[in-house]
């Protein structure tokens, strides 16, 4: 039995004071709710402020990045194990965001997701096509290529208690969300795909739907087998909106 994940991905939005007030809203919106996993993913320099601020409540502290490396002459980064020892629990890898303007490949993010799982944390693994892509019909064959790089080289073991997000980039902060008949076929092919190597993982595996989630379109989305929940960006932002999503889930 799969519980839904709904976690908010804050990317580079927020102050001290916004992520005091956010946390304080969703405290009192979400107290007593229960039944789905929630999470948040405030920037790096505030995610020991957050983990203060969520203390004592069901809400888990997210990350939106991790290095690949564990130490050492790498500057500006933050290691897996500088994620665990602050309190996160769930860390986000291979967003379109990065596979964009960081250049990072399915590889390079697939090192980021053997060291998450190295360090006891959840990895929330970010796959989906460009609006090109879908034209051509690609879809598929872009989030498995960009599952394989982890199936293929750490095997099914390592989708045990992890998170995969379907985000497909064209409905990313463009108002224009998968609808839930779209996202159900591919989350269906994505969880099909690991059965394929172990079926008991792929039916216990978490796949949020990203893509322009708000509180008007999540309960339509969540009615769908195989959708498990949601990453949310910018309705992340809003203590109302991002609670009506949780509910929702
Ligand atoms: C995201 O950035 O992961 C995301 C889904 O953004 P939005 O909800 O704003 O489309």
């Not at 980064?77 to 890898?93: H, N, P, Q, R």
């Not at 051509?136 to 997000?165: H, P, S, W």
Request: hydrophobic letters at 45%.
């Amino acid at each position: 039995m799969r519980h839904p994940l709904v976690m908010g991905n804050w990317k580079l939005n927020g102050s001290k004071q916004m992520t005091a007030e956010l946390i304080e809203g969703l405290r009192k919106e979400l107290s007593g709710v229960e039944g789905c996993g929630v999470a948040i993913a405030p920037p790096t320099i505030y995610l020991d402020q957050a983990k203060h601020a969520i203390s004592g409540s069901h809400i888990a502290l997210g990350a939106q990045n991790v290095d690949v490396n564990l130490s050492g002459a790498f500057t500006g980064e933050v290691s897996a194990d500088m994620l665990k020892d602050i309190g996160a629990k769930y860390i986000i890898i291979g967003h379109s965001e990065r596979r964009t303007y960081h250049k990072e490949s399915d590889e390079f993010i697939a090192k980021k997701y053997a060291v998450l799982k190295a360090a006891g944390l959840i990895p929330v693994l970010c796959i989906g096509e460009t609006e090109a892509e879908n034209e051509a019909g690609k879809t598929e064959e872009v989030c498995a290529r960009q599952i394989d790089a982890v199936l293929e080289t750490q095997g099914a073991e390592a989708f045990k208690d992890a998170v995969i997000a379907y985000e497909p980039v064209w409905a990313i902060g463009t108002g224009k969300s998968a609808t839930p008949a779209q996202a159900q076929a591919v989350h269906k092919f994505i969880r099909d795909h690991i059965a394929k190597k172990d079926a008991a993982i792929a039916e216990q595996v978490i796949i949020q739907y990203g893509g322009s989630v708000n509180d008007k379109n999540a309960a339509e989305l969540f009615t769908q087998p195989d959708i498990d929940g949601a990453l949310v960006g910018g309705a992340s932002l809003k203590a109302d909106a991002f609670t009506v999503i949780v509910k929702a889930a």
